[in-house]
């Protein structure tokens, strides 16, 4: 039994957006992005339908060593790499490859030299200005990392894009310029490429690429939609409407009264607020959809409910289901009206909204 405000997960349109990513990136090994819980979509039941990528990525140990006890032999990546001997240690056990972007990583790694068996991923700063080691000192930073493996150790470049999400951003060129430039005399096995390069910039395409929000159905560019990129959405968001109440002209709805009524008007109530993740900083005409009419948030968000205008959908009754966001509904356009970005939507949503895993419309 659905309860009234749940999630669905579609695992086959996360096949579909990985089938995509590989289309745009036919001869590079697929690094799927599933970090903070796949960004809210489930970590173990994405990473078993996104079996057939070459690598996973997270950003936090707990999060790979979740997978490897729930028996993922993928290679992981470990995003974020590692800030003590005990998750040095760990990492090593379970076959974890991580990312290396400080200084106080490698000299906990020169504590431990020759490693083994061990595969790092050498971050560089390339305008991100946020992990890894600045282009000047890599000629210093690179023999160092490498003294601290055995023969049968591995060394990886990698670097970030930050305004990939704008394909006229000349940023995102001079990144890769400097990338290259930086590590071409070497000849090791590089990633670049984010969602937004791998879908604008061939350029960014070496040979390991990290999709990651684009394989939830969500568009990585300013003003596009999944949809327009062929992706299909992988979580729907749901709820019902409670209750439906006419208010007269000049009433206050809401917590604060920030909201005036201004005309009579049929007020429905819909059983979902910031304590499921639906944010409370929700703007006054934020769309929902009732049999798919869109129809407008007024009032604040509560923790458990929020109010819409149901004056351009007079069929809604009480339980009608609600969509916050969907394939007829793009979240991309509701975060929009939020003035935030998709992220922080399907990330924020809480533990005490079930997800219901499907497969397409079933």
């Known amino acids: 039994m659905k309860l009234v405000t749940y999630a669905t997960i579609d695992l086959s349109a996360l096949q579909h957006n990985l089938a995509v990513a590989r289309l745009f990136a036919p001869d590079s090994g697929i690094i799927a992005v599933i970090k903070a819980n796949a960004y809210g979509h489930g970590l173990l039941s994405v990473a078993k339908a996104l079996s057939s990528a070459d690598a996973f990525a997270v950003a936090r140990i707990d999060e790979a060593l979740v997978l490897r006890k729930s028996g993922f032999q993928q290679r992981i990546i470990l995003l974020e790499g590692f800030s ?13 490859e991580l990312v290396i972007h400080c200084i106080e990583q490698i000299h906990l790694l020169e504590k431990y030299k020759p490693l083994s068996n061990i595969v790092l991923w050498l971050k560089i700063d390339t305008g991100m200005n946020r992990l890894g080691f600045d282009t000047k000192d890599f000629s210093i930073i690179y023999p160092r990392l490498k003294a601290c493996l055995a023969r049968n150790g591995e060394i990886n470049f990698m670097t970030h894009l930050a305004n990939a999400d704008d394909p006229e951003d000349v940023k995102t060129l001079e990144q890769i310029f400097i990338f290259q430039e930086t590590v071409s005399p070497y000849g090791n096995a590089c990633s670049i490429a984010n969602s937004a390069g791998l879908l604008t910039r061939k350029e960014s395409l070496k040979d390991w690429v990290r999709p990651g929000l ?127 970005i998709p992220y922080t939507l399907v990330c924020g949503v809480t533990a005490r909204v079930p997800r219901y895993v499907i497969r397409g419309k079933s």
């Open 214 to 340: 684009m394989l939830y159905g969500i568009s990585p560019l300013i003003d596009k939609t999944g949809a327009q990129l062929d992706l299909k959405p992988v979580m729907g968001l749901y709820s019902q409407l409670i209750a439906i109440k006419t208010v007269e002209a000049g009433e206050s709805v809401g917590y604060g009264g920030s909201w005036i009524t201004p005309k009579p008007i049929r007020l429905g109530v819909v059983a979902i607020g910031y304590g499921d993740g639906y944010p409370r900083q929700a703007s006054v005409g934020t769309p929902v959809l009732i049999k798919g009419q869109k129809v407008p948030i007024v009032g604040r968000i509560s923790m458990d409910m929020l109010t819409v205008d149901l004056s351009l959908q007079p069929q809604a009754e009480v339980y009608d289901e609600v969509m916050l966001w969907g394939d007829l509904l793009p979240i991309e356009k509701v975060a929009t009206a939020m003035n935030t």
């Open 84 to 96: 003590n001997a005990m998750a040095l240690d760990a990492c090593r056990t379970h076959n974890i």
